[in-house]
């Protein structure tokens, strides 16, 4: 299964405006939505920049694998 993973720089802003650790990484996959603030990729993965056809949420960089994905 393709496992999308991203910075939220929003979710980021908000932790230094108002002092809080919210988890700002995203990881996606078909089914679902899951916020971690670690993630271990237990396989190949890929970092891809797409400036001119970001993800649905705005994400530009982000990181593709079908590898197992563990989030903290």
């Known amino acids: 299964m393709k496992t ?3 910075v939220n720089q929003h ?3 908000k932790n230094t405006k108002n002092g809080t650790d919210n988890p700002v ?3 996606k996959t ?5 916020y971690a603030t670690s993630v ?3 396989g190949p993965s ?3 920049y ?3 056809k ?3 949420c705005g994400a530009r960089v982000w990181i593709e694998t079908e590898a197992e994905v563990v989030c903290e």
Do not use: M
Not at 30 to 34: A, F, L, Q, S
């Open 50 to 52: 797409s400036p001119h």
């Open 11 to 13: 979710e980021i802003k």
């Open 40 to 42: 271990d990729i237990r």
């Open 46 to 48: 890929k970092i891809v």
């Open 30 to 34: 078909y089914k679902t939505n899951i």
């Open 54 to 56: 970001p993800l649905s």
């Open 4 to 6: 999308i993973i991203h």
């Open 25 to 27: 990484l995203t990881v």
